[in-house]
């Protein structure tokens, strides 16, 4: 059972500009992890957060985990024409609150950044 | 390159034949994840490793599909008298253990007519 819920569904911008994708969940997690899809191809992990940690940097990505809300952020600064892709959230939890080194993934969020 | 390999790339077969999918991880990886993606959804988990250890099979599988991961090494994944529904993206993806992340192959993009 699908676990993860990215918003929006699809979001357009202009290179240059900033994206912000947003992942709503529902039971407790270990961790949360976003990963990116070009079109057709397989999944390349970004970034990875624990429970225990409310933001984390790499390079021009942040991703915030907020657990009292049950949400999550990824914020593209700068955003470039080939970060055009679809962007999934995963949690190591299912809606039932069970781990099991699994994951779970949204249906994702696409981006589009044009030149 | 030493990331996760898969092979077909891709696969066009008739309905009722049999396909088997191959899957090389990274090696230093004990876990090795089977997941499947239809088009505008994300992955779905399809059964998983831990060394040559089948240790959890989704609903999704049924019994027209069998994995192995013999020596704890590559893994197959096999479906049996394919139907039209089988048609999907199946990604295979490995880690060094639980709780971390994983690292996905370029998939096999199945489609049967």
């Known amino acids: 059972s699908q676990q993860g819920e990215e918003d929006p569904q699809a979001l357009s911008i202009q290179e240059g500009e900033n994206a912000t994708m947003n992942c709503s969940y529902k039971?407790?997690?270990?961790?949360l992890q976003w990963y990116r899809q070009n079109s057709g191809r397989g999944l390349v992990h970004l970034i990875l957060?624990?429970?225990?940690?409310r933001e984390k940097h790499s390079g021009r990505l942040r991703v915030t985990l907020d657990t009292s809300k049950k949400s999550s952020s990824l914020l593209i600064t700068a955003s470039r024409a080939a970060d055009t892709a679809s962007y999934f959230c995963?949690?190591?939890?299912?809606?039932?609150?069970?781990?099991?080194?699994?994951?779970?993934f949204g249906r994702g969020t696409q981006l589009t950044v044009w030149p | 390159d030493t990331g996760v390999s898969q092979d077909p790339r891709h696969k066009i077969t008739k309905r009722g034949q049999n396909v088997t999918f191959r899957c090389d991880p990274i090696?230093?990886?004990?876990?090795l994840y089977w997941y499947r993606q239809t088009l505008g959804q994300g992955p779905e988990f399809l059964t998983y490793?831990?060394?040559?250890?089948?240790?959890?099979k989704s609903r999704l599988l049924s019994d027209r599909f069998s994995a192995e991961r013999p020596k704890g090494s590559f893994s197959t994944l096999e479906i049996q008298r394919t139907e039209q529904g089988d048609s999907a993206m199946y990604l295979c993806?490995?880690?060094?253990?639980?709780?971390?992340?994983?690292?996905f192959g370029p998939g096999t993009r199945l489609t049967v007519l």
């Open positions: 993806a490995s880690s060094p253990g639980s709780g971390n992340e994983q690292f």
């Open positions: 039971t407790s997690i270990n961790n």
């Open positions: 957060i624990r429970s225990n940690e």
């Open positions: 995963a949690t190591d939890a299912n809606d039932r609150g069970s781990t099991l080194g699994r994951l779970y």
């Open positions: 090696s230093e990886h004990n876990r």
């Open positions: 490793f831990q060394n040559e250890a089948q240790l959890e």
